[in-house]
């Protein structure tokens, strides 16, 4: 009887498609947003997140229709992140559904931007993304630009911040995981967790279910964001919440 | 129909499609005749008590949301919603609310920081008696919350079902044929289209 740890799944989206996400299912459509949210909705997902990697600004409309439509029939939170750089970006986002938008870059950029849209559509629906890398100091220093860029920053010291201006969660992504299916970053999910008051989705490096069970029970994550674990139907989410539940690990069930 | 007030406050189309999902016609207005006309009332709500408040009465939408109310007609508020029915809220200064219900919102608050604010995600609620708006939940039903305040009803009669988050707060509220729910429906997936059909089945009860 208490909060639920919450399963996210992330699908790629790229003009409209979906180009990671769910992969070998028997979808009429495997590329169609829609049918996968669908789909992960059915499977017991806790909210879903919609990444757009559209590269060029005049195909990004096209993420508001598909939004719009995702939007119109899953009724679970939806989080859109990618390419929103201003509070008219995210305002017309949030007006086509999306429960929440997910901004990086533009907030490393202009950190007035997190303040501004906390207190132009509340704190509920800011999250900041960031990407971080260790270092061989044994800092986590923020990169941009889909982890291209370093920044020199402190990605610990830019999470407090972050918090301080009104993001009400965060999805913090370790580079040096992501991909590798090695699991999570728990020192950097722990470090993170003594210095916020918010909550935090760990992403970044999930390969097995033992790794989403040490997010939350080593790394105290609250969320946890995993793409190709559950998009390759290595497990589904029903295995993942039903193995999580047995070490005493508080799950929503459908 | 269901009648959903628009007064420029956050984002209306998910719970306008989740109205329209379980067969409801929705009517997003802020017109103070159309709101008094209304046979089904929804109050949603976002962001912070203040800034709702002021633009419920900014817009003259006070005094047709309460003749609703005191005329038995279905009221719903949704999570900020469903705190302007108290007496005061706390957030960012002290501001009047409708005063439906007494009580007031005020912000979680811990000792322990193992507790997160904003309280998000799904929790369970757990109903106190029997209600038409509860109709039909399995138990320990959970619901998608996301707050930073939360109501401390002065009678414990008004609190239909609470949620725990470290401490135990009033989830659902009613009183009468006016209902408030501190989490949303239209994002709680079956639990929540299913409290929402049960509120569209309330009748008038003057």
């Known amino acids: 009887m208490a909060l639920a740890k919450r399963i996210i799944p992330c699908l790629d989206v790229d003009c409209g498609r979906v180009v990671k996400g769910i992969n070998f299912v028997d979808l009429v459509d495997a590329g169609d947003p829609l049918e996968q949210a669908h789909y992960y909705d059915e499977e017991g997902a806790d909210e879903l997140v919609f990444l757009d990697i559209t590269a060029t600004h005049e195909e990004r409309g096209i993420m508001l229709d598909v939004v719009r439509h995702t939007a119109d029939q899953i009724f679970i939170p939806l989080t859109v992140g990618g390419g929103l750089r201003c509070l008219e970006d995210m305002r017309r986002m949030l007006q086509a559904g999306a429960d929440k938008i997910s901004i990086n870059s533009a907030a490393l950029h202009d950190p007035e931007l997190i303040t501004r849209g906390a207190e132009a559509f509340?704190?509920?629906?800011?999250?900041?993304?960031?990407?971080?890398?260790?270092?061989?100091?044994?800092?986590?220093?923020?990169?941009?630009?889909?982890?291209?860029?370093?920044?020199?920053?402190?990605?610990?010291?830019?999470?407090?911040?972050?918090?301080?201006?009104?993001?009400?969660?965060?999805?913090?992504?370790?580079?040096?995981?992501?991909?590798?299916?090695?699991?999570?970053?728990?020192?950097?999910?722990?470090?993170?967790?003594?210095?916020?008051?918010?909550?935090?989705?760990?992403?970044?490096?999930?390969?097995?279910?033992?790794?989403?069970?040490?997010?939350?029970?080593?790394?105290?994550?609250?969320?946890?964001?995993?793409?190709?674990?559950?998009?390759?139907?290595?497990?589904?989410?029903?295995?993942?919440?039903?193995?999580?539940?047995?070490?005493?690990?508080?799950?929503?069930?459908? | 129909m269901v009648t959903v007030v628009d007064y420029g406050i956050g984002n209306l189309r998910s719970l306008e499609k989740a109205l329209e999902h379980i067969g409801a016609t929705v009517h997003r207005t802020d017109s103070p005749n159309d709101i008094v006309k209304a046979t089904h009332l929804v109050l949603p709500g976002v962001g912070a008590f203040g800034a709702c408040i002021n633009e419920v009465r900014r817009r003259g939408l006070e005094q047709p949301i309460l003749s609703v109310i005191d005329r038995g007609g279905p009221f719903l508020g949704v999570c900020v919603g469903m705190q302007m029915l108290f007496t005061v809220g706390l957030e960012r200064g002290e501001h009047a609310?409708?005063?439906?219900?007494?009580?007031?919102?005020?912000?979680?608050?811990?000792?322990?920081?193992?507790?997160?604010?904003?309280?998000?995600?799904?929790?369970?609620?757990?109903?106190?008696?029997?209600?038409?708006?509860?109709?039909?939940?399995?138990?320990?039903?959970?619901?998608?919350?996301?707050?930073?305040?939360?109501?401390?009803?002065?009678?414990?009669?008004?609190?239909?079902?609470?949620?725990?988050?470290?401490?135990?707060?009033?989830?659902?509220?009613?009183?009468?044929?006016?209902?408030?729910?501190?989490?949303?429906?239209?994002?709680?997936?079956?639990?929540?289209?299913?409290?929402?059909e049960n509120f569209m089945r309330i009748q008038d009860s003057p």
Request: charged letters at 20%; proline letters at 3%; aromatic letters at 10%.
């Open chain 2, 97 to 196: 609310g409708l005063g439906v219900l007494s009580g007031r919102v005020i912000p979680f608050a811990y000792q322990d920081s193992s507790y997160k604010v904003p309280h998000m995600g799904w929790n369970v609620i757990s109903p106190r008696f029997a209600s038409p708006l509860l109709a039909g939940l399995a138990q320990a039903s959970r619901c998608y919350f996301v707050h930073s305040f939360h109501a401390e009803a002065s009678d414990s009669g008004d609190v239909l079902a609470t949620t725990e988050y470290g401490y135990v707060f009033p989830a659902v509220v009613a009183r009468g044929n006016a209902f408030g729910v501190q989490f949303h429906p239209e994002k709680s997936q079956r639990v929540g289209l299913r409290i929402l």
């Open chain 1, 122 to 254: 509340g704190s509920q629906c800011m999250v900041v993304a960031i990407d971080v890398k260790c270092t061989e100091k044994g800092i986590w220093e923020v990169y941009t630009h889909g982890g291209r860029r370093p920044t020199g920053r402190d990605g610990l010291d830019w999470a407090v911040e972050a918090q301080e201006r009104g993001a009400g969660e965060l999805l913090v992504t370790s580079m040096d995981r992501d991909g590798t299916q090695d699991g999570y970053d728990l020192s950097l999910l722990s470090a993170l967790d003594e210095r916020l008051t918010i909550p935090i989705i760990a992403s970044g490096g999930a390969g097995s279910l033992d790794d989403l069970r040490d997010a939350f029970l080593i790394g105290k994550a609250h969320a946890v964001l995993a793409a190709s674990i559950f998009h390759f139907r290595k497990y589904t989410i029903g295995e993942a919440k039903a193995f999580l539940g047995r070490h005493g690990i508080t799950m929503r069930e459908t």
